[in-house]
């Protein structure tokens, strides 16, 4: 263990000057590294040495678990704000997205002034959970969760940097959020197609890319000319870690009309640097064109149509096509699949009809009832093979003219397209709108 007392010297022209006030150094048997300079404030060797010796036992104190660390005790006292600042500079350095920055920037403070909670002392599990239990119906479950989230980001870190024995909130339950209905709803095909015929050019043209790539609204915005390729081959879309919600960049095919409306919305004098789309339309905005194509904002169950909504339409038309969950996760640029199957896809759009109809048949003629249930067994077990390799054959057909009906369009049999997916059947592609799109900007 290293500890004496000592008057720091520092050269002042020329000459070493000696301090007044005494200084000691510390540092504990197993502790590594450079010893630690505490300033005793005093000129009297033995009060220096007394102050030294205190400091020294107060620290044994603390390694060996007996006192509860200074650090922690200033901490409790000290105002919540200046604990949030530093959680916030931590989040930055850490290269947090600004988002989430702001977020808990902002929900933060507002909650602890709701709470009352003014430094580290005043907050308890208990005075969180009376002012939840006030909050309802005027809060949804799931701000709440939010609002817990945030808090607990906060002190978890506070746990993590030393300052705070434990976490009081992590005995606090999340609220039960129901999941029957969802925020929003995905578009059906008829729907999308009157809502770029009745959009004016300019707004059409982002309906259409949103519903063709599934971009977020701060995505779009932030979206350049350089992100895009519509000279190769292959066209396709370059999504920045800096503009994406998911710190990583992807790449996105390009749907060959999209391209092609692309690159008649591009203006001639477009630089690389330039935004694709210098302003994306805010919800009053959309909210003007779905009224004028005759589309509620809400339907019946609550469910509300935005900018976000065209991200749903995308996830449920890719599952309506028979894509693979797993593709339709990576073109969702989702971390996780149920994310993806729960919460982005609308079953009320998918051909479930068609589902049950590749069903293989295991109906009954009514002059074959078989008198002998274990004859009829055995003989069906008999020739099993080849009944297996006919509903195979069947299956295999039925699933083809499924996918390519749902992808090209074609008509198919009367009977197994039922409901809203009929119609997501015969208007697959909005070639109509695309095309119309494309000649008023090449025109103008």
Not at 362 to 375: H, Y
């Amino acid at each position: 263990m290293i500890c004496f007392v000592f008057r720091p010297r520092r050269r002042r022209r020329g000459q070493l000057v000696e301090a007044r006030l005494y200084s000691g150094k510390i540092r504990l048997d197993g502790e590594t590294g450079e010893p630690d300079t505490v300033r005793l404030k005093t000129t009297d060797r033995q009060v220096a040495l007394k102050r030294l010796h205190d400091e020294v036992r107060q620290r044994q104190r603390e390694a060996e678990g007996l006192a509860v660390p200074r650090a922690e005790v200033q901490a409790l006292t000290s105002p919540f704000s200046g604990h949030l600042e530093a959680f916030l500079a931590d989040l930055r350095a850490k290269g947090r997205s600004k988002l989430t920055v702001t977020k808990y920037s902002q929900v933060i403070p507002r909650t602890c002034e709701a709470l009352g909670w003014r430094t580290l002392r005043d907050v308890s599990a208990d005075s969180f959970i009376r002012w939840r239990a006030n909050q309802r119906p005027r809060l949804h479950p799931k701000t709440l969760n939010d609002r817990l989230g945030a808090l607990n980001a906060l002190l978890n870190w506070l746990v993590r940097q030393r300052l705070l024995p434990v976490n009081r909130l992590q005995t606090v339950e999340k609220a039960a959020v129901i999941r029957d209905v969802s925020y929003r709803r995905a578009l059906e095909p008829g729907e999308f197609r009157r809502l770029l015929e009745k959009a004016p050019p300019e707004r059409a043209i982002i309906y259409l890319f949103a519903v063709y790539t599934g971009l977020r609204s701060r995505e779009l915005k932030g979206l350049r000319w350089s992100d895009v390729d519509l000279d190769s081959p292959s066209p396709n879309l370059l999504v920045r870690a800096s503009i994406s919600k998911t710190p990583r960049t992807t790449c996105l095919p390009l749907r060959a009309e999209l391209a092609k409306a692309l690159r008649a919305y591009r203006p001639a004098n477009w630089t690389p640097e330039m935004p694709v789309f210098p302003s994306v339309p805010r919800a009053c905005v959309m909210h003007l064109d779905l009224a004028e194509a005759g589309i509620p904002k809400l339907d019946r169950e609550g469910r509300r149509v935005d900018m976000h909504a065209l991200r749903h339409t995308y996830c449920t038309y890719l599952a309506a096509c028979g894509v693979t969950p797993q593709a339709t996760k990576e073109l969702m640029r989702h971390r996780d699949l149920k994310t993806t199957m729960s919460v982005y896809t609308h079953p009320e759009l998918l051909p479930l009809a068609q589902g049950v109809a590749l069903l293989p048949s295991f109906s009954l003629n009514a002059g074959d009832a078989p008198k002998d249930t274990q004859r009829g067994t055995q003989k069906s077990a008999s020739s099993g093979h080849e009944q297996s390799e006919a509903v195979a054959t069947s299956q295999t057909s039925s699933t083809s003219q499924v996918i390519e009906a749902v992808v090209v369009g074609y008509e198919k049999t009367p009977g197994v397209a039922t409901g809203r997916f009929a119609e997501m059947e015969r208007a697959k592609r909005f070639e109509l709108s695309t095309s119309t799109l494309a000649r008023w900007c090449s025109t103008n």
